[in-house]
T-cell receptor, first 112, second 112 residues
């Protein structure tokens, strides 16, 4: 049972480039979400989804897009990367009616 | 929106001593309060949680207390061990596993 899998683990982008952070879960969880983790600021919610075809914004959504075409996958897109998006990104999933969120191992993104 | 504050930001204890981490939250509607442990290079992992209809919960050496009136909750680790060294995050949620508001984290070091 793989749980929540994020790819890539590390990425360096140039300002203005685009990329997609991948997140997949094999637990058939309805809920999926993306957080960014910055020093001294904890984890902040970027976008979340309560099921396939449904997404919504979190605390810090600007500069990021998401889609949820399947239950398993929840990719995070950066359309035009900026240095302020340098961070560690975590994907999480949870089951409807439950509370525990399961986190992936994270993607460390550097924008230069 | 919800605002979660966490103290202290760093904590060093001798092996065998107790450690206490405190959090406050602002939204009285929050009713689920998990604690996550994050080891270096890994994603956060749930260690204990508490719901608003419970005042205290214990799991072996770990306990969490909740005071809804004062809007604060605390993590207590007794008989600390070197493997307890990690960053601990508190969080608050509105009865969902999908949208967490995290504290800024506490880096706990247990000195052998």
């Amino acid at each position: 049972n793989a749980g929540v899998t994020q790819t890539p683990k590390f990425q360096v982008l140039k300002t203005g480039q685009s990329m997609t952070l991948q997140c997949a879960q094999d637990m058939n969880h309805e809920y999926m979400s993306w957080y960014r983790q910055d020093p001294g600021m904890g984890l902040r919610l970027i976008h979340y989804s309560v099921g396939a075809g449904i997404t919504d914004q979190g605390e810090v959504p600007n500069g990021y897009n998401v889609s949820r075409s399947t239950t398993e996958d929840f990719p995070l897109r950066l359309l035009s990367a900026a240095p302020s998006q340098t961070s560690v990104y975590f994907c999480a999933s949870a089951t409807w009616g439950g509370h525990e969120a399961f986190f992936g191992q994270g993607t460390r993104l550097t924008v230069v | 929106g919800e605002n979660v504050e966490q103290h202290p930001s760093t904590l060093s204890v001798q092996e065998g001593d107790s450690a206490v981490i405190k959090c406050t939250y602002s939204d009285s509607a929050s009713n689920y309060f998990p604690w996550y442990k994050q080891e270096l290079g890994k994603g956060p992992q749930l260690i204990i949680d508490i719901r608003s209809n419970v005042g205290e919960k214990k799991d072996q050496r770990i306990a969490v207390t909740l005071n809804k009136t004062a809007k604060h909750f605390s993590l207590h680790i007794t008989e600390t061990q070197p493997e307890d060294s990690a960053v601990y995050f508190c969080a608050a949620s509105l009865n969902t596993g999908n949208q967490f508001y995290f504290g800024t984290g506490t880096s706990l070091t247990v000195i052998p």
